[in-house]
């Protein structure tokens, strides 16, 4: 028989100092800061307040340095730098960064999958869309025409593994605005469980990633915005999971007395005038917020239907007509919900 060799003095050591480290009782963190133009709110469980500081400081740098990366808001964040390249002419095969390859890679994946109701190229229209929300007006047909010109999400095209990206139109502008939050939130819950602290909620302005359950919990409480007449409160249980809700009352515009969100309709180039607002499930908060995004554009109908064929997707859609509300959810929807008062 082999013998095993004893441990060394400064092994055992080790082991005796990292047990204690883990036997330490848990404590409850919370942290809340602006980020993306909403609050990033980060509540952890870590054995002392040193190690959920630095967790949580490495968190929101990394909420910083993707903002760099994705944002369509900053002229000089990557994304807009990429975006920019088209103003020559189509460009082929530049090189981006991991983040920048992965999060457009996914983006065009749903817009081939949902033919163009989750669209990343909609930029400029959306650009059109946020003036006239400013300034109350629609906008004409003719700058219309002229946005659409530069939109179509067969011309972006993503290698996820070179890091290589083209653009096949003239003036393209892309917008990760339904995606980029959600692959955020993933990005810190992966951040926080690097740094020790695996048991861990981020919420960004309502969409929301949890890792492992709060100790002695089996997983996370996450209370969904209520939308609707009849709207209360959802409660979802979550265990490494992700929640993201699109389409809600508070983000609308209204131009002669039509209610338009700021998702827009690909089809019209207009905010959806449907009241509309979509909450999906998934394992993960880029699927989770991509979506919702579609499944708004789809309506309720549309869309329960197609969530309920993703695996791992579940979604509740409530669209609302009058002073009546009507809500479709997918089958396993109701597995994840911990409370309902109303429905
Ligand atoms: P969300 O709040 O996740 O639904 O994302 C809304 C944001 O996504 C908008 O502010 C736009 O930046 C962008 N967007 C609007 N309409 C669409 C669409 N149909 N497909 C993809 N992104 C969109
Ligand atoms: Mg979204």
Known sequence: MRKLPLPS???????????????????RFEA???KMGTSFRVVLYASSAELAEEAIDAAYARVDQLNAALSDYEADSELSRLSAASDAGAVEGLHVSEELATVLAAARHWAEVTDGAFDPTLGPLVRLWRRSARQGELP??????????????RALEVDRERLL????????RLDLGGIAKGYTLDECVRVLAEHGCGRALVDGGGDVVVGDAPPGEQGWRVAVRPFGPDGEPLVLELVHAAVATSGDAYRYVEI??????????????????RRVAATVVARDGMTADALATAACVMGSERAVDWLGELEGIEGRVVEVEGDESVAEETRGFAARVADRTAH
Do not use: F, I, K, N
């Open 140 to 153: 004409s047909e003719e700058r219309l025409e002229q946005a659409r010109g530069a939109v179509g999400w």
């Open 256 to 273: 002669d007395g039509l209610r338009y969100s700021h998702v827009l309709d690909p089809a019209t180039g207009l905010g959806l005038v």
């Open 32 to 34: 809340s800061r602006s």
């Open 9 to 27: 003095p400064v092994l055992a050591l080790t082991v005796l100092a990292l047990s204690s480290a883990c036997t330490a009782p848990l404590r």
């Open 165 to 172: 990206v083209s653009l096949r139109e003239r003036e393209m």
